[in-house]
Nanobody, 115 residues
Framework: VQLVESGGGLVQPGGSLRLSCAASGFTFSVWPMSWSRQAPGKARELVSTITSAGGNTDYPDSVKGRFTISRDNAKNMVYLEMNSLKPEDTAVYYC?????????WGQGTQVTVSS
């Protein structure tokens, strides 16, 4: 299993970013996917999940209404659209899959929200 994130960067408060995760090495279309983030000195936080077919998504209150997770099963890709970004969204963002009860993580992509 390999998960490769991209799309992070520096953005001003109120701005937007779109993260991408390219998945390989497993049957992508049958597994739920998620995004998590980890800020310095803080525990990793789940920020979005999506079911295998993409029909259901879930978000914590901290990002609900601002973040949107989506997937393209034909391309083995999962995305995280982030709008109205706040300084507290600054973190390393990780793509995650749990395949046959084994957790797989990407290397992460840094998102920094600062003026």
């Amino acid at each position: 299993v390999q998960l490769v994130e991209s799309g992070g960067g520096l953005v001003q408060p109120g701005g937007s970013l779109r993260l991408s995760c390219a998945a390989s090495g497993f049957t992508f279309s049958v597994w739920p996917m998620s995004w998590s983030r980890q800020a310095p000195g803080k525990a990793r936080e789940l920020v979005s999940t999506i079911t295998s077919a993409g029909g259901n998504t879930d978000y914590p209150d901290s990002v609900k209404g601002r973040f949107t997770i989506s997937r393209d099963n034909a391309k083995n890709m999962v995305y995280l659209e982030m709008n109205s970004l706040k300084p507290e969204d600054t973190a390393v963002y990780y793509c995650h899959a749990r395949v046959f009860r084994v957790d797989w993580w990407g290397q992460g992509t840094q998102v920094t929200v600062s003026s």
